[in-house]
């Protein structure tokens, strides 16, 4: 097996692939032109999206050479895979400036460099097709009755397909034609929901070109308890800090399973799998903080990773810098007044709700300065502050708040 296939065997980014032995034969020939495709449908991507990214970065180690794909075309319609119903739609100013915000986050996580990973944008070849001659040339190319087939669509019959949704394969598999007419591109890799895309793409370039060309796919990253990998109490664990704060984020992966620990290292970190054996066969906490670190540092850089394990110290315990913590502000007066237990969870944005923050109170998961108050009726006073005016909330084991005062 080719080693940089191989390497993706090993960490876990390997599910299918259309011709594995051939594939590996080319790649031990020299350097290989592969692609990624991200569709602009947010503002910013979140963890998931980036696991074909890792896989990216792995491949060009080695001397590949990575194409990250935006889809401002393709966005205009919305893959149907893996969803129940149609996304929305958004406008084409929306989509451009979210293909603006994605290629900055993508930039930083990978360098682009122009030669050895590189942005393209489907928009400059989709955008202005001729709808008649595109039916010609490539609609001629696919069976309805073998698109039906994959299991994207088969799910989706159920529930209603739009002939918009449908036309999403044809659009996805012209893009590989076009990069492979452009850069000689001959792989596309992505999660495995995409693999009826990716075999279509790859059929319409032999049957354009003649060529041979190859899909890979990943396993779709699920956590121990079968949940979504990257979901989060609050939502989407998404790389852009205005919408998951970098503690949050760090706090995300020092919190998983300790049976997904080794899973998401050799997913999400470039530590040698050695190495990852070595911290796992340790301490399981110390092998999740690492783990915390390394992900968040991969993704906002080392000081933001530094800050937030250190923010992590102070918040259980082990030292540490307090300014590091999710902080609030807070007029004084509200505390010399006394405010209610359930407004203090509220504002301090560890409930999103009063109803929340009653059922947390009620159930024993609320600590104010360390004590548990089970009495929703509460009301803190700045008694419970410290010398410096400051008071820490808790909510559960895993979740806090520092309180500062003015």
């Given amino acids: 097996m080719n080693k940089a296939l191989q390497t993706l065997i090993d960490r876990g980014f390997f599910q299918q692939c259309t011709n594995v032995e051939a594939l590996s034969a080319l790649m031990d020939k020299g350097p290989v032109t592969f692609y990624i495709g991200t569709d602009p449908t947010g503002g910013s991507l979140h963890i998931g999206h980036l696991v074909p990214q890792f896989a990216l970065r792995h491949l060009r180690d080695v001397g590949h050479i990575g194409i990250a794909l935006l889809g401002g075309g393709t966005g205009r319609i919305g893959d149907p895979s ?23 986050q993508l930039d930083r996580f990978i360098g682009f460099d122009g030669k050895t990973a590189f942005p393209e944008n489907n928009k400059n070849w989709l955008a202005d097709l001729n709808y008649i001659d595109f039916l010609r040339d490539i609609g001629s190319c696919f069976s309805v009755n073998k698109m039906l087939s994959f299991e994207a669509y088969k799910i989706r019959m159920e529930t209603g397909l739009s002939f918009l949704e449908f036309n999403y394969q044809l659009l996805q598999s012209y893009d590989f034609l076009m990069l492979h007419q452009k850069h000689h591109c001959c792989l ?22 003649g060529d041979e060309v190859f899909g890979l796919t990943f396993p779709l990253i699920t956590r121990s308890d079968g949940k979504k ?16 704060p970098v503690f949050d984020f760090f706090q995300y992966w020092r919190n998983v399973d300790d049976a997904d620990v080794r899973r998401f290292m050799l997913l999400f970190t470039f530590l040698p799998i050695e190495e990852i054996d070595r911290i796992c066969a340790g301490n399981i906490n110390e092998a999740k903080e690492r783990l915390a670190w390394e992900v968040t540092k991969e993704i906002h850089g080392k000081d933001e990773a530094d800050t937030a394990l250190a923010g992590a110290k102070a918040a259980f315990g082990g030292g540490g ?86």
Avoid at 89 to 100: S, T
Avoid at 337 to 342: A, D, E, F, R
Avoid at 379 to 385: D, M, R
């Fill in 229 to 244: 990998m990257g979901k989060s109490e609050k939502g989407a664990l998404f790389l852009n800090k205005e919408m998951t």
């Fill in 82 to 104: 893996g969803k129940t119903e149609m996304r929305k739609m958004l406008d084409y100013q929306q989509l451009d400036e979210n293909v603006e915000k994605i290629k900055a």
């Fill in 188 to 209: 596309q890799i992505g999660g495995d929901d995409q693999w009826g895309n990716i075999v279509a793409g790859v059929d319409l370039v032999r049957r354009k070109t």
């Fill in 321 to 406: 810098d307090k300014s590091a913590m999710p902080t609030v502000e807070m007029n004084r007066s509200v505390f010399e007044q006394g405010i209610s237990i359930v407004d203090l969870f509220v504002q301090s944005g560890l409930c999103a709700t009063k109803s929340d923050a009653r059922r947390l109170i009620e159930q024993g998961g609320a600590l104010v300065a360390g004590e548990s108050v089970t009495d929703f009726k509460a009301v803190i006073t700045a008694a419970a502050l410290d010398e410096t005016g400051e008071l820490i909330l808790r909510a559960g084991k895993k979740r806090f708040s520092r309180i500062v005062t003015r």
